[in-house]
């Protein structure tokens, strides 16, 4: 399960960014995770529980904010949203498909919350 790591690896930046703010605990963590990301959220929260014991955000709440998939079909210069992101991304006007993407891949921390003494 990749999420573990993709859990560990936000732990740890939430514990640089307090360190280098001087707190000492992680209260919450804010994370936007794009449709298009290959991350499943429902796993990542778990994995979050496990990758947080023993360190300072121990008690830490992980917040996940999903970012639909969106694309830009150039034939006709629309945006559009796109439900199944696992077919293709067909233009609802033209019915061109379309591979820019302009949301829905993000995998980034937000917020992170810290407690300080």
């Keep these: 399960m990749h999420e573990l790591g993709l859990a560990r690896s ?26 298009f990301a290959g991350v499943e959220a429902d796993a990542l929260g778990p994995a979050f529980e496990l990758a947080r014991r023993g360190t300072p955000a121990s008690d830490a709440v992980l917040d996940i904010e999903p970012v639909p998939l969106r694309c830009h079909c150039a034939g006709c210069d629309r945006d559009f949203g796109v439900d199944d992101v696992h077919g293709m991304a067909l233009c609802p006007t033209c019915g061109a498909p379309s591979g820019d993407v302009l949301q829905g891949m993000e995998l980034e921390v937000s917020y992170i919350e810290v407690v300080r003494s």
């Design 10 to 35: 936000i732990v740890d930046i939430a514990i640089e960014a307090a360190r280098a703010d001087g707190a000492e605990r992680i209260a919450r963590v804010g994370l936007r995770v794009g449709a």
